[in-house]
């Protein structure tokens, strides 16, 4: 699609399909985005409006749905100098020094990305630069971090991220003594030093939470009615429908409507959601060639306990290579037993079926990324990963 350049600070050009009623933005930090069902008239505007970004988070933002054509993340290194420049611009840091080579109480070598001085103390400042977490990999970053404790007695911990981060796993880090600088932190820290990183991917990332409305999103609203749907069989319906609304915000488009409660020809093997996966690019692609996924299967178990094999066996029958495919999701409020693991496991390696369990925390970092313009399959694609280096 041919695009026209335009005055924002956020974002470089947009392009607009009338036939298919299709609306491009390209962002200054090379991510390009379509928006399905828009108006002539609405394109017309924002290309025209005085404020592009604002028109965008007014008028577009919330009310379409899009799906992300590329998205050319900068990279780690690139991350730690933008850090750098925004912590020598701010005058509560000094001392700063990139990649240090420092030995710990124990004459250990260790490297951190950053350290300065912050108010007599020494941050020592880990880098992350990755969208998506799973508890699992946050663990893994916690122990990570903790190894610089031994430089000294007088330092304070802080990782970084280019995202926001969700609360749940903020509390995490929070809970070993580690500060989280999130995006929404670095906003909050570096509002006035942003000229020093004008040119850099990591600017529109930060600009666009400062200007950010503070209406509430779709996606808030979708964690707010989780938070408060309590696990049991008396809230087992309004989960499950919950689950398909969230389902339908995060992934449709590219993935086709969901269909509700569909069974299979036996009327035995009943699914809670069907998600029809005919996507041309990217991840969903290759999960059809690679798992026969063309209908992604999700069970919504709305149980006060932990899933467990019984759940598993259930998914796993209503999967096969000539139906819906060879992949499905269990989503579930805890993390499941480790029966279910253990099946997962068996009818990974046997029967070539890919089951992924998410959870709650899953599902709000999912929809914190919607909110940023992040891909939230990124999450899944992270399960996927976890469980397959796990063998």
């Given at each position: 699609?041919?695009?026209?350049?335009?005055?924002?600070?956020n974002?470089?050009?947009?392009?607009?399909?009338?036939?298919?009623?299709?609306?491009?933005?390209?962002?200054?930090?090379?991510?390009v985005?379509?928006?399905?069902?828009?108006?002539e008239?609405?394109?017309?505007?924002?290309r025209?409006?005085?404020s592009?970004?604002?028109?965008?988070?007014?008028?577009?933002?919330?009310?379409?749905?899009?799906?992300?054509?590329?998205?050319?993340?900068?990279?780690?290194?690139?991350?730690?100098?933008?850090?750098?420049?925004?912590?020598?611009?701010?005058?509560?840091?000094?001392?700063v020094?990139?990649?240090?080579?420092?030995?710990?109480?124990?004459?250990i070598?260790?490297?951190?990305?950053?350290t300065?001085?912050?108010?007599?103390?020494?941050?020592?400042?880990e880098?992350?630069?990755?969208?998506s977490?799973?508890?699992?990999?946050?663990?893994?970053?916690?122990?990570?971090?903790?190894?610089?404790?031994?430089?000294?007695?007088?330092?304070q911990?802080v990782?970084?991220?280019?995202?926001?981060?969700q609360?749940?796993?903020?509390?995490?880090?929070?809970?070993?003594?580690?500060?989280?600088?999130?995006i929404?932190?670095?906003?909050?820290?570096?509002?006035?030093?942003?000229?020093?990183?004008?040119?850099?991917?990591?600017?529109?990332?930060i600009f666009?939470i400062?200007?950010?409305?503070?209406?509430?999103?779709?996606?808030?609203?979708?964690?707010?009615?989780?938070?408060?749907?309590?696990?049991?069989?008396?809230?087992w319906s309004?989960?499950?429908?919950?689950?398909?609304?969230?389902?339908?915000?995060?992934?449709?488009?590219?993935?086709?409507?969901?269909?509700?409660?569909?069974?299979?020809?036996?009327?035995?093997?009943?699914?809670?959601?069907?998600?029809?996966?005919?996507?041309?690019?990217?991840?969903?692609?290759?999960?059809?060639?690679?798992?026969?996924?063309?209908?992604?299967?999700?069970?919504?178990?709305?149980?006060?306990?932990?899933?467990?094999?019984?759940?598993v066996?259930?998914?796993s029958?209503?999967?096969?290579?000539?139906?819906?495919?060879?992949?499905a999701?269990?989503?579930?409020?805890?993390?499941?037993?480790?029966?279910?693991?253990q099946?997962?496991?068996e009818?990974?390696i046997?029967?070539n079926?890919?089951?992924v369990f998410?959870?709650?925390?899953?599902?709000?970092q999912?929809?914190?990324?919607k909110?940023?313009l992040?891909?939230?399959e990124?999450?899944?694609?992270?399960?996927?990963e976890?469980?397959?280096?796990?063998?």
């Open positions: 699609m041919e695009r026209i350049s335009v005055t924002s600070s974002i470089k050009s947009v392009g607009y399909d009338n036939a298919k009623k299709i609306l491009e933005i390209e962002f200054c930090n090379n991510r985005y379509q928006y399905f069902d828009v108006p008239n609405i394109f017309i505007a924002l025209d409006a005085d592009v970004g604002g028109y965008l988070a007014g008028n577009i933002k919330g009310k379409y749905s899009y799906t992300a054509l590329s998205y050319d993340p900068f990279s780690e290194s690139d991350f730690i100098a933008y850090l750098c420049k925004l912590l020598k611009a701010n005058k509560n840091y000094s001392n020094l990139q990649e240090p080579n420092l030995v710990d109480l124990h004459n070598s260790l490297r951190p990305d950053i300065c001085e912050y108010k007599n103390t020494t941050l020592v400042i880098v992350k630069n990755i969208i977490l799973t508890e699992k990999r946050v663990n893994q970053y916690i122990e990570q971090v903790k190894r610089y404790k031994s430089i000294e007695k007088n330092i911990l990782i970084s991220f280019p995202s926001e981060l609360k749940s796993y903020e509390d995490l880090f929070i809970k070993e003594g580690i500060w989280v600088w999130d929404s932190t670095l906003s909050s820290l570096f509002s006035e030093q942003l000229q020093v990183i004008r040119e850099t991917p990591l600017y529109p990332l666009s400062l200007t950010k409305k503070p209406k509430m999103s779709k996606s808030r609203l979708f964690i707010e009615k989780l938070n408060l749907i309590k696990a049991g069989k008396s809230d309004a989960y499950q429908k919950l689950i398909y609304d969230i389902m339908e915000h995060l992934f449709t488009p590219p993935l086709g409507k969901p269909l509700y409660e569909k069974s299979n020809e036996t009327k035995i093997n009943r699914r809670d959601i069907i998600i029809p996966n005919y996507s041309e690019n990217g991840f969903w692609r290759l999960l059809r060639e690679d798992h026969f996924a063309y209908y992604i299967v999700i069970d919504a178990k709305n149980l006060k306990g932990q899933v467990g094999k019984e759940e066996l259930q998914i029958n209503y999967l096969n290579k000539f139906g819906t495919g060879l992949f999701i269990i989503v579930s409020r805890k993390e499941p037993k480790r029966n279910a693991i099946t997962q496991r009818h990974w046997i029967h079926k890919l089951i998410l959870e709650d925390k899953d599902i709000i999912m929809l914190t990324m909110d940023a992040e891909r939230p990124e999450v899944i694609k992270q399960k996927i976890d469980f397959r280096l796990s063998f």
